[in-house]
Every structure is written in C-alpha cells, then in structure tokens.
C-alpha cells in the first residue's frame, strides 16, 4: 500500500508547479548562490527535487546539479522541463532514506519540505538527514527549510493554512496537532494532473530548533544555524520566531 506522499505526487508533475509555494524559487536560488559563493565548480545535489525547479534554475546559472525524487511522475516531469529548456540536469528516481552517495556533492539543499520531514517514523527522517550528510564532501554545506514545531505551539496550523488557500491548489481538512510528537495531521484534497480529486490522511513532523541542531551535529556537522524561511526570501538576517512557519538551517560540514 501506497504512503500517503507517494499517492500525493503521484501524476501530480504539473498541478505541483501551480502551487503557491514554487513562487520564490528566484529568490531562493539567489540565496543559495550567495551561501556557496557563486562558485560554478561547486556540485549540487537537490534532495526532494519535485519537478526541479530549484535545479534547473541552478543549471541555467551554470551549476552542476543532480536531482533525486521518490515520485516517478515528478521527476518524469523535471526531466521534460529539462528538455523543453535546453538544460542538462541529472534527474534520478531515489528513496532519500536510501541515498547512493558518498561524500560526492559541496552542496546539498533540500527545500520545502522535500522528503524531510514527511516521512512516518522519526528514524526514518533521521534516514533522510544521515543520507545527506554521508552525500557531503568534507566541508561540504546542507541548506535546507522544515516545518517549524515553535509555530504550532502559538498558532494554529489550520488557520495558517486556510489562509494559503488558492483556488486549484491542495486543500487542507481537519488538522490536529499532537503535543506529544510534534505531528500534524490532516486531510489534504488534490486534483490530480488528469482532473481525478483524492483525499489523503497526511502525517508530517515539526521540529524544534534544538532537536535539529542536535541530529545534524549528532551526524558529524560542525556548525549549525537556524533561521526563519520566508517564501522566496532567505536570509541569514531573519531570526526565527515561533511567527516563522518554517525554518531554514544552513549546516556546514
């Protein structure tokens, strides 16, 4: 039986671009080429890649770049955008908690919740961080954004996310939050990229700053920093509040 991300990107490649949250894929691109100095020798590995929006941008920059995904129809999808722009990006089907690499990539970034921290188990999302670590060169840098468990503690999850709702993009039903570990539960209902609707049971972990700063040193990261991630706008300047839906952690090897 399917989990419930495999059955939400499954022959969902173009309904995917639509959603909100690929609009600061510029913005988040500049940022990262600000953190890796603008190097074009640097290799890139985008964990979670979806349809690539991240990596081609980054080629069309200049970077070399491989892209991993779980959903089939995603990274089909990336690799025809690939195509219909003229870019040369490695688009590979991977299970992120059964990564291939070893210390291969300078740079490593993981973005929007790309497979951390959706999986069901926290080992499993520990598979997802120790996979990246291992696919790290020495010295090597890990950015990537994660739900920030700060946030629920204040706010509700649910008005937060009917206030992010678009007509054709993914709604969210019945949420609920578990104090006791930092899981949130949903009902989420998509169209898929053939007009067919489906409703998930999702189940996706916060994080607090502290039990992130703890698992990456815990995998041999020297420095760890945690900042707010707002859409399309990184930046090391933006302190991380429990006002910050996400977080973004900047971790060097």
């Known amino acids: 039986m399917k989990k419930w991300y495999e059955e939400l990107f499954q022959d969902y490649?173009?309904?995917?671009?639509?959603?909100?949250f690929t609009r600061g894929t510029?913005?988040?691109?500049?940022?990262?080429?600000v953190e890796i100095g603008r190097k074009k020798e640097v290799n890139i590995l985008d964990i979670g890649c979806g349809t690539g929006r991240h990596a081609l941008e980054l080629a069309k920059r200049g970077y070399d770049i491989v892209g991993i995904d779980l959903s089939e129809s995603l990274v089909r999808r990336a690799r025809e955008k690939a195509a219909e722009r003229g870019l040369r990006v490695d688009f590979r089907r991977h299970d992120a908690r059964?990564?291939?690499?070893h210390e291969e990539f300078d740079l490593a970034v993981m973005l929007c919740e790309g497979a951390f921290p959706l999986m069901e188990t926290d080992e499993m999302n520990f598979q997802i961080l120790q996979g990246a670590a291992n696919a790290l060169k020495p010295g090597g840098k890990f950015i990537f954004t994660t739900l920030n468990g700060l946030f629920p503690l204040f706010h509700s999850v649910k008005e937060f996310l009917d206030g992010e709702k678009k007509e054709g993009n993914a709604e969210y039903g019945d949420n609920s939050f578990d104090l006791m570990t930092f899981r949130s539960r949903s009902v989420t209902t998509i169209e898929d990229d053939h007009g067919n609707k489906k409703e998930l049971d999702c189940d996706e972990r916060y994080y607090v700053p502290c039990e992130i700063t703890w698992l990456l040193k815990s995998l041999g990261?020297?420095?760890v920093d945690i900042h707010g991630a707002r859409l399309g706008a990184f930046s090391r300047s933006?302190?991380?509040t429990a006002d910050d839906f996400e977080m973004l952690?900047?971790?060097?090897?």
């Open 238 to 240: 933006d302190k991380l």
């Open 249 to 253: 952690v900047i971790a060097e090897k």
């Open 221 to 223: 990261f020297k420095t």
């Open 13 to 20: 490649g173009r309904k995917y671009d639509e959603e909100n």
């Open 98 to 101: 059964e990564l291939p690499f």
């Open 26 to 33: 510029i913005g988040e691109c500049d940022f990262i080429e």
